[in-house]
């Protein structure tokens, strides 16, 4: 069964440097998403991105983030400047359509992002 | 705005015990409803799903989920627990937006 993979499974990084985490969605999906659990609590919505830009993004989803589709395979959420509370488990879905619509998001395993 | 709660931290079953978990939404039209599980160390798998038609939703590994309209509730049960059935459970709701809202999760023991 097409699963959605992320790379690197823990990325370890000095506190204000940047950091880009990956994920290939299913490849026949259109819409994609990061979302971020900070240890001992919920997932959270970070952006959801179609045809190419952001669709839809949290408060969480400041200037520090951004997101690109580099190429027909890959999506990347970058931070730019990176903080001790942004360690957490970010995780990246796809899904064949909207989440308006009636097809569910499926998720990767996540990258654990420790920040020193 | 959708909010999910699940008023359970942490469950304790037997194994071979029934199993429920609870799920409370709120939303303002009929949501799209979720349950994943959660490993320790992986990520989030579908379990099931709900958009519309019938209330009673079957899912893999055994698990069923009820949606019930008048109680807001969308709980997850199974007839009967496997070891292997020891995770992280999240209920979520979707819909009204891209991103789905999660509740906080419920750690599912299982007592030998």
């Known amino acids: 069964e097409p699963e959605v993979t992320q790379t690197p499974s823990h990325q370890v990084t000095q506190m204000g440097q940047e950091v880009i985490l990956r994920c290939v969605p299913i490849s026949n999906h259109l819409y994609f998403y990061w979302y971020r659990q900070i240890l001992g609590q919920k997932v959270e919505f970070l952006v959801s991105f179609y045809n190419n830009e952001i669709s839809e993004k949290s408060e969480i989803f400041d200037d520090q983030f951004s997101v690109e589709r580099p190429d027909g395979s890959n999506f990347t959420l970058k931070i730019r400047s990176t903080k001790l509370e942004d360690s957490a488990m970010y995780f990246c879905a796809s899904s064949e359509q909207g989440a308006r619509s009636n097809q569910p998001q499926h998720f990767g395993d996540g990258t654990r992002l420790s920040i020193l | ?112």
């Open chain 2, 1 to 112: 705005a959708q909010s999910v709660t699940q008023p359970d931290i942490h469950i304790t079953v037997s194994e071979g015990a029934s199993l429920e978990l609870r799920c409370n939404y709120s939303y303002g039209a009929t949501p799209y409803l979720f349950w994943y599980v959660q490993s320790p160390g992986q990520g989030l798998q579908l379990l099931l799903k709900y958009f519309s038609g019938d209330t009673l939703v079957q899912g893999i590994k055994g698990f069923e989920a009820e949606f019930k309209r008048s109680q807001s509730s969308f709980n997850l049960r199974k007839p009967s627990v496997h070891w292997s059935d020891a995770a992280e459970y999240f209920c979520a709701v979707g819909g009204g937006a891209d991103g789905l809202t999660f509740g906080k999760g419920t750690h599912l023991i299982i007592q030998p």
